[in-house]
């Protein structure tokens, strides 16, 4: 071993670990890089590809491309932040996003990175598409809808040991699955106290009779920008 | 069905890795996968019920809903396209009282349009029920029919019908002659194994699925392991158990010439194969053959049987000590299986997403092993390699592009067919042997590749210049750029696996604000928006799939800006609502399409 190793993120140094991730290695070093489909406690996941950098002048999705030493990381451009504008555009305008009515306004993290990106309209012909809501559960409502495919709760399932949710089908036909016979919510093994059932990023899985305890205009995302929120401590 | 399904849980021994085949048969039993043979695999397979739904919404050829006892797909490929698709499927559905996307009432026949089927050479071509029938016109749609209405299984169709040609039109090191069975395997051993690894190198065998990556520094890696790479455990590349997989998806529109290897030169595919597993150390392998080539599967399988009585596969080959044994695994229709990190996830039993890069094939693949993934004609110039030498195989090609390509080539030609060159070879000089003439331009490397205008005749095919995987389609000047790139950009937004934003979204962003421009309804800032969609999922695509979606427009718009601008509104700024088109939905759920049912009808009175 020669000490520590470095990289550099817009010419600032950065240390890392064996092993780390750029994002990893950016995180523990206080630098946000926007992102969606990451979070620091699943394995990456490298979809949404909001976190894209230039690693020595290529594109790599941060939060799976390995740091090694020497790299010039490009982080905060407004090349970047251009593109990252227009992948977020592109996830509002796939899905259905209606953010004043949507319980979840305040507290997601696709508004939020919206915010941070300075997303002042949708920019792209919106795609209408057709997606179902399944009010089957008791404690837990799904609103497909809202899905933007990031696969955390498919992940968070998994690692329960439950397989509650699965991402079935091909290119933008792509759905949210239920495991169970009837494909309802309410027939499979999920629990109010699953991970899964918390983790969404956005407003497609909602726990009932949480949405409004904190009312519109108080919440999170209101008064904090996400790149502060997310190198904080409180992630979800 | 539950004693069917039971059997066919038993055949695969019930494992979840065989999925894809087993919904085959399920498919191929009752036209789709019931919902209660969903519910039996869970159990007998130990799997989850989304990932079946997933594998099912996932490849073309599975359905959960019934399709027809002859279900039939047409090719929709632009080479299709220019034999004449459009009139051949027309006459089809009506001959068979079929509209183009839906099942007969009474469940016999089903019609829908699939990607390109590797026929492009003899087109215009349809699957039935998975096989491959070429040269439609109408009289062999007549006699089509006339075998579906009186009911005759597929499997009993004159060959005639059935027939496939190899059509090799020029032949070279690789296609000239067959190889004695086992004589590489022998040689190689003859020479030691690391000396035989030491030829391919010298021979400056680069893959030949296109991506170009040298095929020893592949088999090398994959034995060794990277030295450096700290992102694998040290344990894992250093685990015994590796595999080999041939890549036989070929489904790079245009490209056909995996077909004909598979068809007439398996003995030299298979050879490679077990050369590379002979080197590095594995026992077994597998060709991912994608379902379009069904009729190869059985061919296949006896030369792996033919193989095997031989002691050229199985356990202790030639009787030195080493057991090497080949299966095949069939495909269900999906381009992005091609892509080698998808391909390994499909042969998982999986849905064909492309995984994150490190940890590579090499080091961490089937199963999580060590896997080499390599292309039909990689392995098959491999076997020549291991018997002829480096050095015979580097005296052809140019510095960078050691050997011979086999192009597919197909389009406006005399002579569409298999041909051999050596690399460095001006497309001038293949536009001579296949007798084209008034040429408009080539798409060389399929919609992935690049396409190039008739200023650019001396160019050569050649890693360093023009790199391809085999796919050569030649236009002349009758045909309009525009319908050939909307047939590419609507083909991306259909194969797009759907994992990242860019291209499941840009994909189809591309393919409306295409169509909008091809219609007569874009202005000059919707081909500024274009070309910035288009930048945009090139550089922030996960997979090679998405890197190239937009080829077909960059490449076009690159060299034909005054067509583009001619296609265009006089006007600077078009509203991306087409009135009239927004009422389609209106039309189809009222059933009506008259003219008072169109915009234009109020202009006109
Ligand atoms: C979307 C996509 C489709 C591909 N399709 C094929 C294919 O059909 N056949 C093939 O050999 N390689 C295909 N490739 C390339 C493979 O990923 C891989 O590079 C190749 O199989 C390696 O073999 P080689 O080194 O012998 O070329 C494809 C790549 C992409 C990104
Ligand atoms: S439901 Fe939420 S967590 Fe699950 S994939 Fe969709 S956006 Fe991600
Ligand atoms: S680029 Fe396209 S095909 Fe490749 S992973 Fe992304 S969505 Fe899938
Ligand atoms: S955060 Fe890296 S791709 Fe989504």
């Known amino acids: 071993m020669t000490g520590t190793k470095h990289i550099t993120i817009d010419g600032q140094t950065v240390p890392f670990e064996e092993g780390q991730t750029i994002m990893e290695a950016a995180a523990a070093a206080g630098v946000y890089i926007p992102h969606l489909c990451h979070h620091p406690e699943f394995t990456p996941h490298g979809s949404c590809k909001l976190c894209t950098v230039k690693v020595n002048g290529r594109s790599a999705s941060s939060c799976t491309f390995p740091a090694a030493e020497g790299q010039e990381v490009l982080n905060n451009s407004d090349e970047l932040n251009a593109d990252r504008k227009r992948l977020t555009q592109m996830l509002f305008v796939e899905g259905n996003h209606f953010c004043p009515s949507c319980e979840k306004s305040g507290n997601c993290q696709l508004q939020a990175v919206g915010y941070h990106l300075n997303m002042l309209d949708n920019h792209y012909p919106h795609f209408f598409a057709l997606r179902d809501v399944d009010a089957s559960h008791p404690d837990v409502l799904v609103d497909r809808n809202r899905c933007i495919f990031c696969s955390l709760c498919v992940r968070a399932s998994h690692q329960e040991g439950k397989d509650v949710f699965g991402i079935v089908g091909r290119g933008i036909n792509k759905h949210l699955a239920v495991n169970s016979e009837s494909g309802k919510l309410a027939d499979s093994d999920l629990s109010v106290d699953d991970r899964a059932a918390h983790i969404c990023p956005t407003g497609a899985i909602l726990v009932r009779g949480t949405a409004f305890k904190v009312p519109i205009g108080q919440r999170l995302y209101d008064h904090h920008d996400i790149d502060e929120v997310s190198l904080g401590a409180s992630h979800e | 069905m539950e004693s069917f399904i039971k059997q066919l849980t038993e055949k695969y021994q019930h494992q979840s890795t065989q999925l894809l085949m087993i919904l085959r048969e399920v498919q191929a039993q009752y036209f789709h996968v019931p919902s209660q043979a969903i519910d039996l695999l869970v159990t007998q ?99 089509i029919a006339a075998l579906i209405q009186q009911k005759t299984p597929v499997t009993e169709w004159p060959t005639s019908l059935l027939q496939v040609d190899d059509n090799v039109q020029k032949s070279g090191l690789l296609l000239d002659s067959h190889l004695e069975k086992g004589a590489a395997i022998e040689a190689a051993w003859q020479r030691g194994l690391e000396q035989t690894l030491h030829e391919v190198e010298k021979a400056g065998l680069r893959g030949r699925g296109g991506a170009g990556y040298t095929t020893a520094w592949k088999w090398h890696l994959c034995y060794e392991g990277y030295e450096e790479d700290s992102f694998c455990d040290i344990s894992v590349h250093k685990q015994p158990q ?20 598979l068809n007439s030169y398996a003995h030299e595919l298979i050879e490679g194969m077990t050369l590379c597993a002979s080197i590095i150390k594995s026992n077994q392998g597998f060709i991912y053959l994608r379902g379009e080539y069904l009729h190869l599967y059985s061919k296949l399988n006896a030369v792996i049987a033919e193989r095997r009585a031989a002691g050229l596969l199985g356990a202790n080959i030639l009787g030195k000590n080493f057991d090497f044994d080949v299966e095949v695994r069939l495909g269900l229709g999906a381009y992005i299986c091609g892509e080698e990190s998808a391909l390994i996830e499909s042969l998982e039993g999986k849905m064909g997403v492309p995984r994150n890069r490190p940890p590579y094939p090499v080091t961490s693949g089937y199963l999580n092993k060590p896997t080499v993934v390599n292309n039909v ?229």
């Open chain 2, 45 to 143: 397979l130990d799997v989850p019920k989304t990932q079946i739904l997933g594998v099912i919404e996932f490849y073309s050829f599975l359905s959960a809903t019934p399709r027809g006892r002859y279900d039939i797909y047409i090719s929709d490929s632009i080479t299709d396209h220019m034999l004449g698709k459009k009139a051949v499927a027309d006459y089809l559905c009506e001959k068979l009282h079929t509209p183009l996307g839906t099942v007969r009432a009474d469940g016999l026949v089903s019609i829908a349009n699939s990607s390109c089927t590797g026929l492009c050479d003899q087109g215009p071509a349809i699957l039935v029920n998975g096989h491959a029938v070429g040269r439609l016109n109408k009289a062999r749609i007549d006699e």
């Open chain 2, 377 to 605: 004609e990689t392995f098959v110039a491999a076997a020549h390699i291991g018997l002829h030498g480096g050095d015979w195989f580097a005296a052809h090609g140019t510095e960078k592009s050691k050997g011979t390509k086999i192009l597919s080539i197909s389009g406006d030609c005399a002579r569409p067919g298999i041909y051999e060159y050596p690399f460095g070879t001006t497309i001038k000089t293949i536009l001579e042997d296949c007798g084209a003439e008034d040429v408009l331009g080539i798409q060389v490397g399929g919609p992935s590749g690049t396409f190039i205008s008739n200023k650019e005749f001396d160019r050569k095919i050649a890693f360093e210049d023009l790199a391809t995987g085999g796919s050569f389609i030649i236009f002349n000047s009758s045909r309009d750029i525009f319908e050939i790139v909307r047939n590419f950009t609507h083909f991306f937004a259909h194969e797009s696996c759907g994992f990242c934003t860019p291209c499941r979204v840009g994909t189809s962003l591309m393919k409306n604000q295409y169509d909008k421009i091809c219609t007569g309804h874009g202005s000059t800032g919707d081909v500024r928006e274009l070309q910035e969609i288009a930048k945009l999922v090139k550089s922030t695509s996960h997979c090679g799939l998405g890197q190239t979606a937009a080829q077909p427009i960059l490449t076009t718009l690159e060299r034909y800006p005054e067509l583009y601008n001619a296609k265009l509104k006089q006007i600077s700024f078009e509203p991306g609502f087409d009135l009239d088109g927004s009422l389609a939905i209106a039309r189809k759920l009222t059933g009506r399409d008259d003219s008072n049912a169109h915009l234009a009808q109020v202009e006109e009175e």
């Open chain 2, 242 to 261: 590796r595999y080999v997989v041939c890549n036989a998806d070929e489904g790079e529109p245009g490209t056909f010439k995996d077909r004909i290897l």
